[in-house]
């Protein structure tokens, strides 16, 4: 026979009777070979496709399809991207696969993955959530977008976090939340303004949720959501209150050490209303968080925010000392502030008797006007 001359023959050994299975190999291993040779691999494709699926097509015995598979995944590895794909497309919405190739697809790179996690009905939902727990946020994404995954699979995909693959369960229209997961994905809106927006227009939302929501989203949605739940001012104060306890941080904590939309909107809000006084700028560093304190500082001072992060991480304290005497901030809070700040920024490195002495000496040697005038040169840089 040809192809027991042929890279294959290695498994006919084991396959015992050949009468329905050697047609078939013979075809995909000619396939192969032409392939194999072919400069642009395009012109042979289709052959090699129609041996596979005529294969998986015929009774095999379990023998058969340990090769076939083997096989299979071969020419998966092999081929090109877009072949991959293609090939992968194919086999995803068959409901006989083995199971072997079955995982080996929905484990493999996105590309050749997506197809299988979208569209075959065989991957169990145990299944969906081992690949959920053992792969990361490119096939939660996909996952996200399957069609009527349950409650315990969403769960799973929610508990990842990341704002992408909520917005994809948002956007899955064949699929219901309960509340529990709504205010789950609630819970991490703050973080991203595209999640904040798509989770205010779910046609579910529990109104607690559209409150808890209203200062992470843009002005025109804040609008949408006192229309769409008649929502008071009352209301809306008390999720600020709530909005704020939720800034606890270090800045060297964060992988950025700028405020979030939502820090700045309400540092904005509450310079306009001339809330920003000292004992509020103290009270929250001392609640650790520091990345607001930034939002509130450079509103009050109108200094940037990266200068602002740089006055935190000054060692003598002088940039402080300035923006503090020229905002009249009395040197009890001054100190309070070097002191905690110096603590969220820098960690590493907590302020010592002697920078905090040379502070507070730096302090009290400024007048009001000379701070006001360094502190507007600063403004104007």
Not at 5 to 34: C, K, T, W
Not at 294 to 301: D, E, G, M, N
Request: charge should be negative; hydrophobic fraction near 40%; aromatic fraction near 8%.
């Amino acid at each position: 026979m040809a192809y027991l001359q042929g890279e294959y023959a290695q498994y006919i050994g084991a396959m015992g009777n050949y009468d329905r299975f050697d047609p078939l190999l013979v075809s995909l291993h000619d396939s192969l070979r032409l392939f194999k040779y072919d400069q642009n691999g395009d012109t042979y494709y289709n052959s090699v496709e129609a041996s596979i699926l005529d294969i998986l097509d015929a009774r095999l015995q379990d023998t058969e399809k340990a090769i076939v598979t083997d096989i299979i995944i071969g020419i998966v590895k092999q081929a090109r991207h877009d072949i991959q794909k293609t090939l992968s497309e194919k086999l995803s919405f068959r409901d006989d696969l083995p199971a072997t190739l079955l995982h080996y697809l929905a484990y493999a790179d996105i590309h050749v993955a997506q197809p299988v996690l979208l569209n075959s009905t065989q991957l169990s939902d145990v299944d969906i959530m081992y690949i959920i727990q053992s792969k990361g946020q490119d096939h939660w994404r996909v996952i996200a977008r399957r069609p009527e995954i349950n409650e315990n699979v969403i769960a799973c995909l929610t508990a990842k976090k990341d704002a992408e693959t909520n917005i994809g369960l948002l956007e899955n229209d064949t699929i219901s939340m309960s509340s529990s997961l709504i205010k789950q994905i609630a819970a991490i809106a703050g973080t991203s303004e595209a999640l904040a927006d798509k989770l205010v227009a779910y046609k579910d939302l529990p109104q607690q949720v559209a409150v808890s929501l209203y200062w992470h989203v843009s002005t025109t949605l804040r609008q949408d959501i006192k229309n769409r739940f008649g929502i008071e001012g009352r209301v809306i104060d008390e999720a600020l209150e709530d909005t704020m306890q939720d800034f606890t941080d270090s800045v060297l904590q964060c992988e950025s050490m700028k405020p979030s939309k939502t820090m700045i909107d309400i540092a904005q809000r509450y310079h306009a209303e001339g809330r920003i006084d000292e004992d509020m700028l103290v009270e929250c560093l001392r609640r650790r968080q520091g990345r607001f304190f930034i939002a509130l500082f450079a509103c009050r001072t109108k200094l940037s925010h990266s200068v602002v992060w740089t006055m935190m991480r000054q060692s003598g304290g002088q940039g402080l000392a300035v923006a503090s005497r020229a905002t009249n901030i009395s040197k009890k809070n001054f100190v309070s502030i070097f002191l905690l700040s110096g603590t969220l920024a820098r960690s590493q490195h907590p302020v010592s008797g002697d920078e905090l002495r040379m502070a507070i000496r730096y302090y009290e040697g400024l007048s009001y006007k000379v701070a006001k005038d360094i502190l507007c040169d600063s403004i104007a840089v």
